[in-house]
Nanobody
Framework: VQLQASGGGVVQAGGSLRLTCAAS????????MGWFRQAPGKEREFVAG????????QYADSVKGRFTISRDKDKNMVYLQMNSLQPEDTAIYHC?????????????????WGQGTQVTVSS
């Protein structure tokens, strides 16, 4: 599956952004999908995931209550709505996919990665 992320940008603290990931491939709708991020000088970390059914979602503790992941199976799209953004949310955000029930919080277990989209939150 091929993944294309978009929607990053520069926003002030307290603002919102919505990231979009477009998936393509013959079986793209059977993949769990999600987002990881990597801040400058830090390791890549799990942000959010959604099962291929769209019923179950997972979030990192640092974004719970602020970020919402959703998907449109008909359009093969996954979205990450990010509200109440803080400077510590500044990072490159990567869309990921995994064949199976859920995204793994261990990045090496998610075989499909899209290019990143930069999110910068100014204070």
């Amino acid at each position: 599956v091929q993944l294309q992320a978009s929607g990053g940008g520069v926003v002030q603290a307290g603002g919102s952004l919505r990231l979009t990931c477009a998936a393509s491939g013959p079986t793209s709708t059977s993949y769990a999908m999600g987002w990881f991020r990597q801040a400058p000088g830090k390791e890549r970390e799990f942000v959010a995931g959604i099962t291929f059914s769209g019923i179950t979602t997972q979030y990192a503790d640092s974004v719970k209550g602020r970020f919402t992941i959703s998907r449109d199976k008909d359009k093969n799209m996954v979205y990450l709505q990010m509200n109440s953004l803080q400077p510590e949310d500044t990072a490159i955000y990567h869309c990921v996919a995994r064949n199976g029930g859920a995204i793994s919080k261990t990045e090496s277990l998610n075989p499909y990665w899209g290019q990143g989209t930069q999110v910068t939150v100014s204070s």
